[in-house]
């Protein structure tokens, strides 16, 4: 970690992904030794039990480790009533760029919106775009340059440590569009970025002059939070991540309880729409099981009267 903050290597980045994939093993192991050892409490269990239990873990990081790197590209569909037309936006967030995820993941993310580029007019990120572990260069976001459709991002709270001066300098050279607490027209959509802020960092008050009433406005904020303020206030939808679904079980089932939204679409009594995706990467550790590495197409369709 001491010096991936100052020059990332090959090296530094094998030895993290290590470190990431021995942390996970080491929270299965432990439950796999309890659900051993309690079961050893109301039956015998034959040798050959016992290590096929204990193999469970090996097989299940092989998985983990795949549906990690497995990026996928999943549609929901929000109906509007203030829409003139069909639109499709491509919603992606937690990147988490660093030494378990590097420059591979800003690659794959430009080939899947290349793919997207003839049915979708933008893509935006919900912050992460950065990870924190290790420095970030001008030219590590390069390849989102070859993509060509606006891609808009608004920092969340993993991008201020490596340092958001380097992560922003990293944006404007791959073309990336930063809205940091600040809003931005794309024909039918306005979209309004709310910057992830910290304590030296105060969250602006909000009111009507971010929002164009002739227009369907998104905020586009990290967390899947004030979602019932934010709607209330005028916005249509909400874009978020920031959880990752809880990126694996049992983990799953405590984010389920921590957090009100913690992945999917929902929409109100006033027919406003939170969309909170599971995220791109993965944090401290490349694993997945029970939620994917995802790209979501949002289908914005006209409500019908």
């Excluded at 007019?121 to 290790?134: F, H, K, N, P, T």
Aim: proline fraction near 4%; charge should be negative.
């Amino acid at each position: 970690m001491f010096f991936e903050a100052r020059k990332s290597t090959v090296v530094g980045r094998l030895l993290t992904t290590i470190n990431g994939v021995w942390m996970w093993a080491s929270v299965m192991f432990l439950i796999d030794i309890i659900v051993i050892y309690l079961l050893g409490m109301f039956i015998k269990l034959p040798f050959e039990a016992i290590v096929g239990l204990v193999l469970i873990v090996p097989v299940l990081g092989i998985y983990n480790y795949y549906k990690a790197h497995k990026l996928v590209v999943t549609e929901r569909t929000l109906t509007l009533a203030n829409l003139p037309r069909d639109i499709k936006i491509a919603h992606l967030s937690d990147v988490h760029f660093g030494s378990v995820r590097h420059k591979e993941i800003i690659e794959s993310i430009s080939s899947k919106l290349k793919e997207l580029e003839n049915s979708c007019e933008l893509a935006v990120i919900s912050g992460d775009l950065a990870d924190g572990s290790c420095v970030v260069e001008e030219d590590d976001f390069l390849p989102l340059k070859d993509v060509n459709m606006p891609i808009v991002f608004t920092p969340g709270n993993h991008d201020f440590y490596p340092g958001i001066d380097s992560v922003v300098k990293a944006c404007e050279n791959a073309g990336v569009i930063v809205l940091d607490n600040e809003r931005k027209e794309f024909g039918d959509l306005s979209i309004f970025g709310l910057t992830f802020s910290f304590e030296d960092r105060s969250v602006p008050k909000l009111d009507n002059s971010v929002l164009n009433p002739n227009l369907v406005n998104i905020i586009n904020y990290h967390v899947p939070y004030y979602w019932e303020e934010f709607s209330g206030l005028g916005f249509d939808i909400q874009l978020s991540g920031h959880t990752h679904g809880g990126q694996f079980y049992p983990v799953i089932w405590f984010a389920e309880m921590l957090f009100g939204y913690n992945r999917g679409l929902f929409k109100n009594k006033h027919g406003k729409y939170l969309h909170v995706t599971t995220g791109v990467g993965s944090m401290d550790t490349p694993m997945r099981w029970g939620t994917n590495s995802e790209i979501v197409i949002l289908k914005l369709k006209r409500k019908m009267r």
